[in-house]
C-alpha cells in the first residue's frame, strides 16, 4: 500500500493522488488549479533576493560543500562515459532550474565548452547573466554561459542532439508527476548519449513526500506511480543528511529506451 503524505501546514493526505487532485485536480474543468500550481511556485522565488543566500533559502554556507560534492559526482559520471574524462571534447550542458548561475560559474565551466542557463525567475537569470558576462576561466578553453532562457522546465524542450549532461538540481519538485516524466522523456531525445544529473532533498522515513506551501513537493526513495519509473537512478550516486529525515542525493538518471 502506498504510503501516505503532508504538507508543511500539517495537512495529511492518504496518498500522492488525493494530494494531486486537490492541487491539480483530475479534469480540463480543473484546468486552472495546474496554472496556479505553477504560478504560486515561480511567485515564491519572485520575491526572493538574487543571491547566493537567496537561492539556498538563507543556507548560502552549503554551496563550497554543495560544489565540492557535485565535482566529485560529475568528474566520476564523465569518467564512466569517456576514457579521457571529456577533456578533449567539445562538451555541452544544460543548467536546469539555474537560478542566479551558481553551479554554472562554480562548477559547469570548467568541464562544459558552453552551457545553456534555464530558470524560470526573470531577475535571477538577468542576475546570472551579469555573474557570468566574463567568458570562462583563464585557461580553460571553454567558452562559457552560452544561451539563457527564461521559461520554467515543464515548458521547455532540449533542443535535439544539443547536450551531454543535463544537470538538474533543486528544481524538479515543482513539477507535478505528469510534467516530470515528460521532461524527462522529452530530455532522452535530446542525444544518444544524454547524461541527466539530478540532485534533489528527498524524504528518508515515513512519508513519500511532502507538499510545501512555498511551492514544490519533496518525494521520497519510493517515489510515486509513473514518477517513480522516470525518477530511478541508474549509476553513480550519493546522499548527504540535511536532518529533520530529509537528504539531499546525487542519481545519474537512466531513463530506459523503449527497447528496454
Known sequence: MEAGGSDSDGREFKDA?????????????????????YRNGVGYWQVVEASMDGVLGGY????DADIKGSEAFLKSILSEI???????????ALDCG????????????????EIDLLEPVSHFLEAARESLAPASPTGTGKNGATNFYCLPLQEFTPEKGRYDVI??????????DDDLVSFFR???????????????NERLAGERWK???????MRGRGGNGDAEAADRGGGAGDGEAMGNDDVFKREKVHIPSEDE
Open 82 to 92: 569517456y576514457m579521457d574524462g571529456g577533456v578533449n571534447r567539445h562538451l555541452v
Open 98 to 113: 539555474a537560478g542566479i548561475g551558481r553551479v554554472t560559474k562554480n562548477l559547469l565551466v570548467r568541464y562544459f565548452n
Open 211 to 217: 507538499r510545501y506551501s512555498g511551492g514544490g513537493i
Open 60 to 63: 548560502g554556507h552549503i554551496n
Open 17 to 37: 493522488a488525493e494530494m494531486w487532485r486537490e492541487q491539480v485536480g483530475e479534469d480540463a474543468a480543473d484546468s486552472h488549479k495546474k496554472v496556479d500550481w
Open 167 to 176: 544537470w538538474i538540481q533543486w528544481c524538479i519538485g515543482h513539477l507535478t
Open 186 to 200: 522529452r530530455a532522452k531525445c535530446s542525444r544518444l548519449h544524454v547524461v541527466l544529473m539530478k540532485m534533489e
